[in-house]
């Protein structure tokens, strides 16, 4: 299967991650995440940026003891790739007693994905994003 077909069925699984509204101006649980190969590459082209940059950054943040992720907007304080995220960024704020927001958004609890459902589409993505 090519990366293309790869990333179509990452986004029919991120398609059932149920959506909320954040609170505004908050990034909270944007923080470095563990990501597949395909949503990094897939990230790092939506930035405009190259990879060595991003990485470049990343390591900057650490040493000052920035724990943010490098693709968020910090004069925005917005996500510079939304559209793409990664399934870990979709899932905060969704998921049943774990990945909650601090602030108390969510969408409807009925739509909220168990743990098990949260890990399922984890392992699905990371298994199809090698």
Same mark, same amino acid.
């Given at each position: ?19 909320? &509204?954040? =609170?505004?101006?908050?990034y909270d ?5 563990? +990501?597949?190969?395909? @949503?990094?590459?897939? *990230? ?12 470049? &950054?990343? =390591? ?10 490098? +693709?968020?907007?910090? @004069?925005?304080?917005? *996500? ?51």
């Amino acid at each position: 299967m090519n990366n293309t077909a790869k990333l179509a069925k990452i986004d029919a699984l991120l398609s059932t991650i149920p959506t909320f &509204q954040c =609170k505004e101006g908050c990034y909270d649980c944007c923080g470095p995440v563990e +990501l597949s190969r395909l @949503e990094y590459e897939r *990230c790092i082209q939506a930035s405009g940026r190259t990879a060595k940059d991003v990485k470049q &950054q990343m =390591k900057n943040n650490l040493k000052q003891g920035i724990y943010t992720c490098p +693709l968020l907007n910090i @004069e925005t304080r917005q *996500c510079s790739v939304y559209a793409v995220r990664p399934s870990i960024c979709r899932l905060f704020g969704v998921v049943k007693g774990e990945l909650l927001c601090p602030h108390g958004y969510a969408p409807e609890s009925a739509t909220m994905l168990s743990n098990e459902q949260s890990r399922e589409i984890l392992r699905k993505v990371e298994e199809l994003g090698k």
